[in-house]
């Protein structure tokens, strides 16, 4: 359990070059073929077409993401003192979902064209509302029951889930196949505009979330201990839910509902690191990325030409992962 | 701190409580306690389960805030003082801490250190508090596999660690740091108890201020300089062991009986708590 800066230094590395390995095979993979080798010789009028506007975004916003979802994860198990803590599994994700459907059902009547702004908007205040009425049923006096927390989270799950099938129920057939899609969570069509909205809104989060990594570790002591070492938790909460909620709205917004990402980083990164948020953020946010590049490399290699959603396939994965982990907690009971 | 207080830190009255009233839904924790904890001393509170021990230790260290009186910090109101500048002036070890994550125990104590913001002597201050609470062979090992009296004593490296002095060698290294610490002695053996009681006193000779809740009364007469025993929220007395610790205030204020000797040379008490047969 020794973490020396060597180590550190290395595995931040190497996490660095699978980033950009992963993203380079996502780049180059795809119907129409295109290789590093066209990329050097020039490549047609059509190529440059694809790896602009479609691969590109497609592959960046798969990284920012991954990054987004694995930080809220840690954040929120931070404010749940709780490694189970999961935006998909306590139904912050699916409340976000059904604010964005909201937006797209109710909205679609009102403005006509609703844009990612509206979604993400709508979805991080029903994703922040969501965190606030969870931390209030499953924590008392700063001690948070983790059984209560993830039943509360099948409850939000399902009371999410409902709403937004009845919202469904309401809208009409093009409507209803992008929302379904949506839902299972995809990267196809993406726009810059988009992926320029979802970057900035994950790096404001990024940025406010490694401000608060010293009171994080204190936080996860205990809430008296917090105040104990100099820190306002008060303010400090506020600050999580706010900007996990944020990260949580911008994903769910643009490619909807990505489940275990928050889960099965940061787990496997304090196995690697340690806990010190100062470690598990950043990382965190790397292996998010990298994660979610390769799992959507594997969505559209694996049932070519049809498209997995990945969101599909996260749960397929981190089911499993979660399972394993609550096994391993009986175990160790 | 601006004029020179060295010559009578000893008697500096540090902390006030003023008929400090403390309820939860009607109920009446603590009732109009008025006490005093001067710097370089131990103050040891006593009374029994639910006397609102822990509840005055935690309006002391502004985790709570009092219904009605308040605490004076330093001839200060205690919430004139935010959260950041109370924590360089003293430390606090609550009863219990539960904890999910996996920190190994020197980054436990180094998250302590980090609390005075920048330090250039971080290694030797960890090294320091892990040496003293007989903590530097479990340094790399993860918290949550030591045992119960283990983690206590990481705990406690963790809190030496944020008011720990630049220079411990100078007779005043701990002048205005105080440490509050709540039934610190739970889990511990013997023997780390003898041995931190050991440094506590030596603390305080250099001005640590200490207030410690205990049940041990017979380790707390060894101990301390002053007492405080709280019945069912009040006061039931203030002031030093002899006068405290008595037969009387012993079967009144916390129901045992114990027989009780002064040691000539320390003039401190020996209290031998007896069990008698119903």
Redesign the interface.
């Known amino acids: 359990m020794n973490f020396n800066g060597h180590k550190i230094s290395s595995l931040i590395l190497l996490l660095i070059v699978l980033l950009v390995i992963s993203m380079l095979l996502s780049l180059f993979s795809g119907d129409m073929s295109l290789s590093a080798w066209d990329l050097l010789a020039g490549l047609s009028p059509q190529q440059s077409l694809i790896l602009w506007e479609i691969r590109l975004p497609r592959t960046l916003m798969t990284a920012i993401v991954g990054a987004g979802l694995a930080i809220s994860g840690v954040a929120l198990q931070a404010l749940f003192r709780n490694p189970l803590a999961e935006p998909g599994l306590i139904g912050v994700s699916s409340s976000a979902a059904f604010g964005a459907v909201l937006v797209i059902v109710l909205g679609g009547v009102v403005w006509q064209d609703v844009s990612v702004w509206q979604m993400s908007l709508s979805a991080f205040i029903a994703a922040a509302l969501s965190t606030a009425l969870l931390y209030s049923i499953a924590t008392r006096n700063g001690h948070t029951d983790v059984a209560l927390m993830l039943l509360a989270g099948v409850a939000f799950n399902a009371v999410a889930g409902a709403l937004t099938q009845l919202l469904i129920t309401f809208s009409d057939d093009s409507q209803l196949r992008s929302v379904l899609f949506w839902m299972m969570g995809s990267f196809a069509n993406l726009s810059w505009a988009s992926v320029g909205i979802v970057l900035s809104l994950v790096l404001v989060s990024l940025i406010g979330l490694w401000r608060l990594v010293k009171p994080m570790n204190a936080f996860v002591l205990g809430e008296n201990v917090c105040i104990q070492m100099g820190y306002e938790p008060k303010w400090f909460k506020w600050q999580v839910m706010g900007f996990s909620a944020l990260m949580v709205g911008a994903a769910v917004s643009v490619v909807g509902v990505i489940g275990f990402v928050g889960l099965v980083v940061p787990h496997i990164m304090r196995l690697l690191i340690g806990s010190d948020h100062r470690l598990v953020l950043p990382l965190s946010a790397l292996a998010g990325a990298i994660l979610l590049v390769v799992a959507d490399l594997f969505a559209r290699q694996i049932l070519y030409p049809a498209e997995l959603p990945i969101g599909l396939l996260m749960a397929l994965l981190g089911g499993p992962f979660f399972l394993m982990l609550l096994l391993n907690k009986r175990r160790r009971i | 701190m601006g004029h020179d207080v060295s010559k009578d830190v000893g008697q500096f009255v540090d902390i006030e409580v003023d008929s400090l009233s403390f309820s939860v839904h009607e109920n009446r924790m603590l009732n109009r306690v008025t006490a005093r904890f001067s710097a370089g001393q131990i103050h040891c509170i006593l009374g029994q389960n639910g006397a609102g021990k822990s509840t005055l230790l ?1 309006c002391l ?3 709570l805030s009092p219904s009605e009186g308040g605490v004076k910090w330093k001839n200060h109101p205690l919430e004139s003082f ?7 002036q003293r ?2 070890l ?1 009863q219990s ?8 125990v020197e ?2 104590v180094r ?2 250190v ?2 005075r913001g920048h330090c250039e002597h971080t290694a030797e201050i960890i090294r320091s508090v892990l040496q003293i609470c007989d903590m530097q062979h479990l340094q ?3 918290y949550l596999t030591l045992s119960g009296g283990e983690q206590k004593r990481a705990q406690l490296a963790r ?1 030496l660690a ?1 008011i720990w002095p630049d220079e411990p060698q100078n007779p005043h290294a701990f002048r205005g740091k105080w440490l509050l610490l709540d039934e610190w002695t739970a889990g511990l053996d013997i023997k780390h108890q003898q041995q931190l009681g050991r440094y506590f006193q030596a603390w305080a000779a250099q001005g640590l201020g200490i207030i410690m809740v205990l049940h041990d009364i017979a380790f707390a007469a060894q101990l301390a300089d002053q007492c405080l025993i709280l019945q069912s929220g009040n006061v039931y007395s203030q002031g030093d062991l002899l006068n405290c610790l008595t037969q009387d205030s012993l079967r009144e204020a916390l129901e045992i009986n114990a027989r009780i000797e002064v040691d000539a040379i320390s003039q401190r008490p020996f209290i031998y708590p007896i069990i008698e047969s119903f």
């Open positions: 935690k260290s502004k985790e935010s959260y950041a500048q109370l924590a360089i430390a606090v609550s801490t539960e904890l999910s994550f996996a920190f190994t980054q436990l998250f302590g980090e609390v790399a090992r993860d809190v944020q």
